[in-house]
């Protein structure tokens, strides 16, 4: 591959959002470009070639990584960005509903990891960049289940690396924090909400609108989704954006009593 070749890439949730700007930002970078989503888009939007694919269905995640190969021969990097979020009191949700939550942000990571990782091991090169989040670092009131599926993400990640590295395949974690997307509108509401909360939910709603409307532009997150995807020795993890950047410095150098009276006055909780 020539410089102006830098392989194949893949990307799921690419119709919208972080996912869009990245595909783009790859397809500039010199990437042929798959893009994933749930319903039929643009068959080829700006260079980027769309295909459908539900990542909680294990036949179609087959099938569609099963056609980039037919088109393009190989597959060189793999980012996985589907999810979805859902925020509420912990005991506002099901089991089934976390249990969904699950499937897509976890599982379905899971299930398009597996189905690629023979593609690269073939090629003896390859790599994976997993979207976690800043609340993959450190989990946010109201966001118990979808906090926990990026740290579930983290720890995935982490493992695998280790065991993909003498296989020539490196996996990478990529950690938003608030961005300006549609995200926060498809957000999954509880499925059993309870009266106790319904003030605080509310309060947290508002918060994240308004860090949603003051974050960070998805190309912002999608050229570190580049820097992590071209760096000749990745690094382990990479914070996108201000707020990501600061709040990791926090957490990983400041005392745990001061980052729990900051991150409760953040989040205008009583201390």
């Not at 926060?184 to 909400?193: G, S, W």
């Amino acid at each position: 591959m020539s410089n102006h070749d830098c392989g194949v890439a893949l990307i799921t949730g690419a119709s919208s959002g972080i996912g869009k700007a990245t595909a783009h930002m790859l397809q500039q970078a010199g990437y042929r470009v798959f893009g994933t989503s749930r319903k039929a888009v643009s068959d080829n939007l700006d260079g980027v070639t769309m295909l459908i694919c539900d990542v909680t269905d294990e036949l179609s995640v087959q099938s569609m990584v099963a056609e980039v190969l037919r088109q393009a021969g190989r597959i060189d990097l793999l980012v996985n960005n589907a999810g979805i979020g859902l925020l509420g009191g912990a005991e506002e949700s099901s089991a089934e509903q976390a249990q969904a939550l699950f499937d897509v942000n976890v599982f379905g990571v899971l299930r398009v990891t597996n189905a690629v990782l023979p593609i690269m091991r073939q090629q003896k090169q390859g790599r994976i960049i997993n979207m976690s989040s800043i609340l993959g670092l450190i989990p946010a009131p109201y966001s118990a289940l979808y906090s926990s599926t990026k740290h579930a993400i983290e720890g995935y990640s982490e493992s695998l690396d280790h065991e993909l590295r003498t296989l020539g395949i490196r996996v990478v974690l990529v950690e938003p924090g608030f961005t300006r997307t549609a995200f926060e509108e498809r957000i999954i509401q509880p499925d059993r909400t309870l009266a106790v909360y319904d003030s605080a939910r509310a309060a947290m709603e508002v918060l994240m609108r308004h860090g949603v409307g003051a974050g960070d532009a998805p190309e912002v997150v999608a050229h570190v989704v580049l820097k992590a995807a071209t760096a000749a020795v990745p690094k382990r993890r990479y914070t996108a954006g201000k707020l990501s950047t600061q709040v990791s410095f926090l957490r990983r150098f400041l005392p745990e009593s001061i980052v729990d009276k900051n991150f409760r006055k953040f989040n205008k909780l009583p201390a």
